[in-house]
């Protein structure tokens, strides 16, 4: 099942995907959960399928204004260096634990949203990344049962602006920038896919494959992740964990290639989909 938010007559709402179709689950659920995020909560993901296999489609997929997967996750999770090629390409090592970053919610846009240049720099750079949705709580959890947390999957772009990411020794202003995140297209749930299936990864900037890694080559695994932040904080449902870039992004080719205005920045996996942005200088 793909599970979608958007808004709808100026309010958020959420749907199922059939093909270019879309059924809007929010009136189906009569007031027992108002967004996706509420489904997660409440557990009733189960509930959202059977609502979404009985109704019509009644609206097109092109014609609705969408909204990040989770428009207010509240904790999102990235996880840096994570794949060899990518620390190599760093200059960095490899590390015990997994290296963990925090991104806001309002740093976040939807597929097919504009990602914004802001006028403080000119280093934006993309980052595919696939990205997790917690659908069943939890602390300390454990490798083996984090499968079972896993409410589905989708694509981000852990878009960046380098010089303000490596200004300090501190990651986060340059992860944070408003709008620079891409979140969807939507959340494939996670009983379309296995439990260790390789995802093939790629990221492709106007056309131009940039990145392309599988989740085997992760070095610190999903469950790896979810056990060692639920270590230190309890996992909520609708909370989302990034699971790292691959080698090739553009600060560190040479020459470095920077996304600009008018680009289209793609990001697909495999088993979920294409999420697609165009860059827009900010106004």
Known sequence: MKLISFNLNNEETFGAVKGDEVVNLKPLFKGEANTL?????????????????????TLKFADLELLPVIPEPGKIFCIGLNYDEHVKETNKEKTESPVIFLRVAESQVAHNDSIVLPPESVKLDYEGEIAIVIGKGGRRISEEDSWDHIAGYACYNDGSIRDWQTATSQWIPGKNFWKTGGFGPWMVTADEI??????????????????????????????RQIAYISSFLPLNPGDVIVTGTPGGVGAKRNPPVFMKEGDIVEIEVDAVGILRNTIAAEA
């Open 37 to 57: 995020k509420e489904v997660l909560e409440k557990d009733l993901l189960a509930k959202a399928g059977q609502l979404a296999a009985n109704a019509t489609a």
């Open 194 to 223: 296995e439990p260790n299936q390789k995802l093939t990864l790629i990221t492709r900037l106007n056309g131009e494959e940039m990145q392309r890694a599988t989740t085997d080559m992760l070095i610190h695994s999903i469950p």
